[in-house]
């Protein structure tokens, strides 16, 4: 550990110590954070128009044809496997619990070779025998995924949805999270499946790879590279926008909020000190990523659900009231917010750029799952939508329509000054004076946790793109962690519409994979349930 604080404190030094220099001038000149933004909102702007491009229905009604790929993708796949997002629900929960482990242990053996420590960073002897399975078990690649998705998407995000959107915006995006369930399932199977593993047993996996490989099985062979390269390149950009800039933006705004900074620089020093945080854990590769993270989301998610539901039962009475307005102004929405399309847009761009099905995203983590059943892992990976999604986006929109109940604080369609994290953080406080504190660790744990996953995710699109050599490695660290610094220096409104373009600009290239590929899940699917079937009497063997 003392290796990497040298390395991590040495990099901080070497980049940022020269910007931090540049940034001091006279106090009439802007601030570091202002003309980071100025430079910054051209290129965000550019990026959504090209992602978010609309298809035109009727007269007046236009819908990203983003949200139309993803509703019909997640639909399809939602009847072709006979709603399984329902159907192995509890079986999703006893993988994780570890009770189907015995059929990898029952199975051939193949001997480990000799084991050194890996490119990732991996530590010697951590690994043994895992060399032909995985790097991490059931509930660690759960872990990571799920703090790739339960961020501040969850918290600034849905308040985002809401007050843009209405409260039926919170109706669409329980839809998007049910049917996105069994889009996670599919992508993710595919992601162990087709993943590829060196001679010392680090993964590498993804849609990178099962684009590449998977569709030289098909009709679509002359497609694989191409999207697999374009998948990368969305993928590292991804992870420098939603997965980074977008938390790093969010965590700052309530730090600076909680604690009454001021002066232009704030959020570029605040930066810097996430950025030296992140890096600690990210030079240990996915091992360290996923032990960080299997003991901060429970405990993060935990901290929030329990908030919630502390608000949710003190306004017992006015549940109902609030299911109400959430299912009818999912079909007859308020004036000024552009009807029903308008307010389905708003919950599925956000329940998209909050779970990420279909973006591919938690293909990369789940594919270092210990396992020799690439379904057990697809299995495993649903219960994430409905964790974000299903859960905690639905708590933090009852909580911000229960407070603003007839309009008592603002109106939707025209939140005025409150967006983001400062709704959510009054509504909280509505009830529990100075949760705002709470709500400040809970962001920074959100935050940091999903720009560890991120920074995993898009390491390995760069070491797809340019190799797995240690300067790779290291170029993309100082990237990402320079977009720490970034992010939270720009604007929510620049740094929003970047995240959600690169992240769900993800979604064509992988979309074309998986409908070229799903039949190649139904086998393992059915190999896997088979297995089961088989050995059930052997659950009790260790």
């Known amino acids: 550990m003392r290796k990497i604080l040298s390395k991590v404190l040495a990099l901080a030094a070497v980049f940022v110590l020269p910007m ?41 009604i236009r819908i990203p044809f983003i949200v139309i790929l993803l509703v019909i993708g997640a639909l399809f796949f939602t009847l072709y496997f006979s709603f399984i997002n329902i159907r192995k629900f509890g079986l999703a929960i006893r993988v994780v619990r570890g009770k189907y482990d015995y059929l990898d242990k029952s199975a051939a053996h193949v001997k480990a070779p000799e084991l050194n420590v890996t490119r990732e960073g991996d530590i010697l ?25 339960v961020g501040l998407g969850n918290i600034a995000g849905v308040a985002v949805a809401v007050a843009v959107g209405g409260p039926g915006a919170t109706f669409w995006m ?25 001679s010392k047993g680090t993964v590498f996996g993804g849609p990178m790879y099962y684009l590449s490989r998977g569709l030289k099985e098909t009709k679509g062979a002359f497609l694989g590279k191409p999207l697999a390269i374009l998948f990368a390149i969305l993928c590292i950009g991804g992870s420098f ?22 002066g232009g620089s704030s959020g570029f020093i605040i930066g810097i000190i996430l950025a030296i945080l ?16 299997e003991k901060i989301v429970p405990f993060m998610a935990g901290l929030y659900i329990l908030a919630s539901l502390i608000i949710i039962l003190a306004h017992f009475s006015l549940i109902d009231d609030a299911f109400r307005e959430i299912f ?19 919950g599925f761009r956000r329940a998209v750029f909050s779970n990420e099905a279909g973006a591919g995203s938690a293909a990369i983590a789940h594919s270092a799952v210990r396992t020799r059943y690439p379904a057990s892992e697809g299995i495993v990976a649903l219960l994430e939508p409905f964790i974000d999604t299903v859960v905690i986006c639905t708590m933090t929109a009852l909580v911000i329509v229960i407070y603003n109940l007839n309009g008592a604080h603002f109106v939707y369609g025209q939140p005025g000054n409150l967006g983001g994290v400062d709704l959510t953080s009054a509504a909280y406080n509505d009830v529990i004076p100075n949760f705002s504190y709470v709500l400040t660790v809970a962001i920074v744990l959100f935050a940091f946790s999903t720009m560890i996953s991120w920074s995993y995710y898009g390491l390995q699109a760069w070491k797809y793109l340019f190799g797995r050599s240690k300067t790779s490695d290291l170029s993309y660290k100082l990237l990402f962690l320079s977009f720490v610094v970034i992010g939270a220096s720009a604007t929510l409104g620049a740094v929003i519409d970047f995240s959600d373009a690169m992240i769900l600009a993800m979604v064509f290239p992988n979309m074309i994979g998986l409908f070229f590929l799903f039949p190649k899940v139904k ?20």
Not at 131 to 146: I, Y
Not at 175 to 198: A, H, I, Q
Not at 529 to 539: E, P, V
């Open 125 to 149: 002897d951590t690994i043994k025998d895992e060399s032909h399975h995985g790097e991490v078990n059931h509930f660690q690649a759960l872990a990571t995924a799920v703090s790739g998705t």
């Open 174 to 198: 329980i839809v998007c999270g049910l049917l996105g369930m069994s889009t996670k399932f599919v992508e993710c199977t595919l992601g162990v499946k087709y993943r590829d593993m060196d």
């Open 523 to 542: 086998q393992e699917l059915t190999r896997y349930l088979k297995a089961i079937r088989d050995t059930r009497g052997q659950q009790n063997i260790k």
């Open 241 to 262: 926008g939603g997965g980074n800039a977008f938390q790093s933006n969010q965590a700052t705004q309530q730090i600076i909020s909680m604690t009454g900074l001021q």
């Open 20 to 60: 931090i220099a540049r940034a001091q001038g006279t106090p009439t000149e802007k601030g570091i954070d202002q003309r980071i933004d100025e430079w910054f909102r051209p290129i965000a702007d550019a990026v959504v128009g090209v992602v978010f491009f609309e298809v035109p229905f009727g007269n007046n």
């Open 328 to 346: 009818t102004q999912a079909f007859t929405p308020a004036a000024g917010l552009g009807g029903v399309a308008g307010v389905l847009i708003q």
């Open 278 to 293: 992140v890096g600690v854990v990210i030079i240990g590769g996915i091992k360290r990523i996923a032990q960080v993270t």
